[in-house]
């Protein structure tokens, strides 16, 4: 159908994937051992809907899902973190255009590019934009923000390399065709 | 006069399918008509439904040969918006069709994307609500509803456009007996009020056939098998042969070897005629059927006492006071409203929420054992199988339980083979799950399960909105797996189910356990069934129609009589 | 197990705060937030911080409703504070250009300037969390997706936000259901387990959670489609609610304080009210 603007699976993709986000973030972040850092399981889900839904989708729901989750949470938000976070959404959504998961593809290749391209999202979004807008918006000192933003770049980087990859896998799988599969 | 529907030679195939779907048919309805639209599942009866509101081809794309006109509009040239003002349809999971926030606010939705002013779209939400008995719950969310009261709010949502033509997808899969019945009453109300082309798709003919329709068009692989008067149909063997049950009394009539030619109106018990030769004819079946077998002495082995649990200090008849004993070997249906504490139950004696009182497996205090431990003695498989699977190979998710449970892998391979042979999957075992069939996925969670080598099962509504030959693969499996001495218990709201494959039923109501019984007696006791929400069976009504002395009697012969052929 | 409680959620009522439009709710929470969020001049923030929390005690809210998000925001602030301290202890002196030594310590030398420089973080801290608190737990949820159209947020976007609010209870219960069959499979979550088998746990209960909430996309997709959804530039809303004079008037004093910032901007030639100069 012909329609202006976002389609309407867009806009459910949004809600749903923001609800998603919001319970992920709640329930399932892991802590690592070390203080203030947890392997957040909700970034791989990021990564996958905007594989599978494209940029508008993967910023909107990075955006509403984690300022949904701050404010129902703590209260506050944080925006220079949460732009990061739609960020990160929309340039592993670009790339995702070029996948075809929906028809069970997922490569070799692609996973290295989806890599590539994940840590290159991560860099801009934790060491470029989450710090630079701590800086201008809450004036906090330069090296303790290009600190974090280098933490969370590396954290999120190997979570995103290691569960985001097993769950782009699991999708793809999940829509392979019976075609050639013989009982034995 | 001008059918409202047509279709003429028409076939369709979906883009992702190498089969079509629909294949060259042709059928139309009259203005004012009520059709059910019966096959069962991948017949392509929800296909056609698909057409009638524009889904097809607007969103599913595929080749179209043929024509299909609804309201004169030729479905390939009209968008799926214009379609929805012709057609509305009410979705079998009525859960996904709230959308609001509120019942109010779905009832409006569709008047709110019309940009109607907000005065006007009061009144008209108010009106519907008022006529559906919803008033009193607009500002409830849907978690607070039942299934029967979210149907109301998503058939509500689509009468505010009074359009021509009502479309029903499977609407009695989410419902319990009573709420079924009462969803088939207010259909027939509804249509005589607004004066709208009604089609109902289901397999589930007798509940349907409860108030008056007025053709049933049968599907099966695609083409039209039948296209009569229900009473026609029925007097044929053609619902049987493509896999939809036809009703029970029905089917009584046939065993006690009754031939239905002679009987003119099969519609419903109330029409038949009161005839002193059928009438011997069924004390004839009746005496003949044998008692099956005594049952063995059991062995208790589950004991509840006093269990309970609330979830939170505002929730209104909490699980409370539940004494019983589960025997090794029963086979056990739970039934009830929605929200009378079935799936609560069950959650407890897994271990999933806390308990108020003491649960003992073969006199072992469940409390000392964690969630872990329990799922040993005791399995739950969910009621939607994609909630359970996490693994991508058969194998492997049979095999998770163990491998969580460091066993080495060479006993792992030998269980998880014995598991799958057991459960008819071993010729699937190298496949991935994605590839399966539903009811072969349902088998899959309970292998999961199974390979643990639980003494007791727990499946919350195994069979809810699969048609009959998929619920008679599932149920028959588990009747295999009680007879192999795995004690069962179900969450059903099938009353065919408890019937026909339980021995015991426990019911509830508003947080209690009111009865403890056989099935048979669950049935025919009358305020038990009012309580619980149930609906009286029709092999009941048979017999009180002919005056058969002792009903129940009746209804266990002929249950006894269908074990005996599955046997 | 089920940490129900924790969540800030609309406590309906009968306040002045609570018949406000959710509109007029929505613009003065974000003007007066971006008002603190841009200025650092000590004498706003504390006028707002006190205004903030008179508006909380009128809404009648409850210690315990919040008790739980104050501590947890105390703790996260404090921590903050030091971090920032640690990092540049010098920062304070640098923003405002001038050093007054209050305690000598090599690289942690604490001056006036630093401090004066943290009590401002902390006012700002306080200062936008009792709004944010009143809006979340004032406002019907029903209403926040309208007051997001209305503001000229897309009515699209808007649905996005509303779908997400009616369905986070829905996931929720669909999380604790496939938790705990998953933790009777045997799967490890709590702390007692080793790293690695947390990560599997807890995947093999996000697989199943993500994938069956994808599904319903397309059906509630579909639901909304054959109700229309989208298929005008504009939408009505049925909880919509118009403005009263209290909402102008509450609307007007939020502008009101916009513009002070803006003048105090002037005043300070800057973010920062500079008592050292």
């Known amino acids: 159908m012909k329609e202006k603007g976002l389609s309407v699976k867009s806009v459910v993709a949004i809600g749903i994937g923001a609800a998603i986000y919001v319970i992920l973030a709640r329930f399932t972040s892991i802590p690592t051992g070390i203080p203030n850092t947890n392997i957040e399981i909700v970034y791989p889900f990021l990564a996958l809907i905007a594989t599978i839904y494209g940029p508008v989708v993967g910023f909107s729901v990075g955006f509403i899902g984690h300022a949904l989750n701050d404010f129902l949470m703590y209260g506050q938000t944080w925006w220079s973190w949460v732009l990061a976070t739609a960020i990160l959404g929309l340039i592993i959504g670009l790339y995702g255009m070029r996948l075809d998961l929906e028809h069970g593809e997922f490569t070799g290749k692609q996973m290295v590019m989806f890599n590539l391209v994940q840590i290159l999202g991560n860099i801009l979004s934790w060491l470029v934009i989450a710090p630079l807008g701590d800086i201008l918006i809450y004036s906090e000192p330069a090296n303790k923000v290009f600190l974090q933003g280098a933490s969370a770049t590396i954290m999120n980087s190997i979570v995103i390399a290691i569960l985001g990859t097993i769950l782009l896998k699991a999708y793809a799988a999940t829509k392979v065709k019976k075609g050639s599969l013989h009982k034995d | 006069m001008e059918p409202i529907i047509q279709f003429k030679n028409f076939s369709f195939q979906y883009d992702s399918q190498a089969e079509p779907t629909l294949r060259n048919i042709n059928f139309s309805i009259n203005p004012g008509e009520k059709i059910l639209l019966a096959g069962p599942s991948g017949s392509g009866k929800s296909t056609i439904g698909r057409c009638l509101n524009g889904l097809i081809p607007n969103v599913d794309h595929g080749d179209i040969q043929g024509a299909c006109l609804v309201d004169g509009k030729d479905i390939t040239e009209t968008s799926l918006f214009d379609l929805s003002f012709t057609t509305s349809t009410i979705l079998q999971d009525s859960d996904s069709q709230f959308i609001g926030m509120t019942v109010g606010e779905d009832i409006a939705f569709s008047l709110e994307n019309d940009c109607q002013d907000r005065e006007k779209m009061h009144k008209t939400v108010n009106k519907w609500a008022n006529e559906l008995e919803l008033t009193a719950l607009l500002k409830q969310t849907p978690q607070t509803l039942s299934g029967g009261q979210k149907q109301l709010v998503a058939l509500a949502g689509v009468l505010v456009d009074e359009s021509p033509i009502l479309l029903f997808d499977e609407p009695l899969a989410n419902l319990d007996p009573a709420a079924g019945y009462k969803t088939i009453e207010l259909i027939d109300k509804i249509q005589k009020e607004v004066n709208a082309t009604v089609i109902i798709i289901e397999h589930r003919i007798e509940e349907v056939l409860a108030k008056h329709v007025d053709r049933i068009i049968l599907v099966n692989d695609g083409e039209i098998i039948a296209d009569q008067e229900p009473n026609d149909l029925l007097h044929t063997d053609k619902l049987e042969k493509v896999g939809v049950r036809s009703p029970l009394y029905v089917k009584a009539l046939e065993k006690a070897g009754i031939n239905l030619l002679e009987v003119p109106d099969l519609t419903s018990v109330k029409e038949l005629p009161k005839s002193s030769t059928i ?251 009012a309580k619980a929400s149930l609906r009286r069976t029709s092999l009941y009504d048979l017999a009180v129609h002919y005056d058969l002395d002792n009903p129940n009697d009746f209804v266990k012969a002929y249950i006894d009589s269908e074990e005996q052929v599955v046997k | 197990m089920q940490e129900d409680d924790k969540i800030l959620g609309y406590q309906p009522g009968n306040t002045f705060i609570h018949r406000l439009n959710a509109t007029t709710k929505l613009i003065f929470l974000l003007l007066v937030s971006i008002a603190c969020m841009v200025t650092y001049d000590t004498r706003f923030l504390v006028v707002i911080c006190v205004f903030s929390l008179i508006c909380l005690k009128l809404a009648g809210i409850k210690w315990r409703q919040i008790s739980f998000i104050v501590k947890f925001i105390i703790v996260f602030a ?54 944010v608190l009143l809006f979340l737990l004032t406002t019907n949820p029903s209403q926040f997706a309208s007051s997001l159209n209305k503001i000229g947020v897309s009515y699209k976007i808007s649905y996005a936000v509303s779908l997400a609010l009616r369905y986070i209870p829905t996931i929720q219960t669909d999380y604790w259901a496939i938790s705990a069959a998953q933790q009777a499979r045997g799967n490890e979550l709590s702390k007692k387990a080793s790293l690695g088998k947390r990560i599997k746990g807890t995947l093999n209960i996000v697989i199943p959670l993500i994938f069956s909430s994808i599904e319903r996309i397309d059906i509630i997709s579909t639901a909304m489609q054959l109700r229309r959804f989208g298929s005008k530039k504009k939408r009505s809303w049925y909880v919509y609610k118009p403005f009263t004079t209290k909402d102008y008037f509450v609307t007007a004093m939020a502008i009101f304080l916009v513009i002070i910032v803006v003048i105090l901007w002037h005043i300070n030639a800057g973010r920062f009210f500079n008592p050292f100069k």
């Open chain 2, 279 to 529: 009438k011997e004819k069924l004390e004839i079946w009746k005496s003949k059927q044998t008692e099956p077998d005594e049952l063995d002495h059991k062995k208790a082995l589950l004991k509840l006492e006093n269990v309970g649990h609330q979830y939170n200090k505002h929730q209104q008849n909490p699980l409370h006071g539940v004494n019983l004993t589960v025997n090794q070997g029963d086979f056990i249906s739970i039934v009830g409203q929605n929200g009378a504490g079935k799936t609560t139950l069950c959650r407890t004696i897994c271990g999933f929420i806390s308990n108020e009182g003491k649960i003992s497996l073969n006199n072992q205090n469940l409390a000392d054992l964690s969630i872990k431990e329990r799922a040993e003695h005791i399995g739950y498989v969910m009621q939607d199988p994609n909630q359970m699977i996490s693994q991508k190979m058969i194998f492997d998710e049979v095999a998770l339980g163990l491998r969580l449970r460091n066993v080495d892998e060479d006993t792992i391979k030998e269980k998880v083979y014995q598991t799958l042979k057991i459960c008819g999957l071993y010729p699937f075992r190298n496949w991935p799950i994605s590839a399966l069939s539903f009811g072969q996925k349902k088998r899959v969670t309970i292998a999961a399960i199974l390979a643990l080598e639980p003494e007791i099962i727990i499946l919350d509504e195994p069979t809810a909105g699969q048609d009959w030959k998929t619920y008679t693969e599932i149920m028959d499996f588990l009747r295999e797996l009680n007879e192999r001495g795995t004690t069962i218990m179900i969450v059903t709201h099938d009353m065919h189910l408890m019937l026909e494959y339980s021995k015991r039923s426990l019911a509830f109501a508003k947080g209690e356990l009111i009865a403890d019984t056989t099935p048979i007696d669950l049935l025919t006791d009358k305020n038990l069934v």
């Open chain 3, 78 to 131: 404090i921590i903050n504070l030091i971090a920032v301290f640690i990092f540049q202890p010098t920062y304070g002196q640098e923003l405002y250009g001038s050093k007054n030594v209050l305690i000598s310590a090599g690289y942690f030398t604490v001056t006036k300037e630093e401090l004066f420089y943290l009590l401002n973080l902390v006012l700002k801290y306080i200062c936008s969390v009792p709004l």
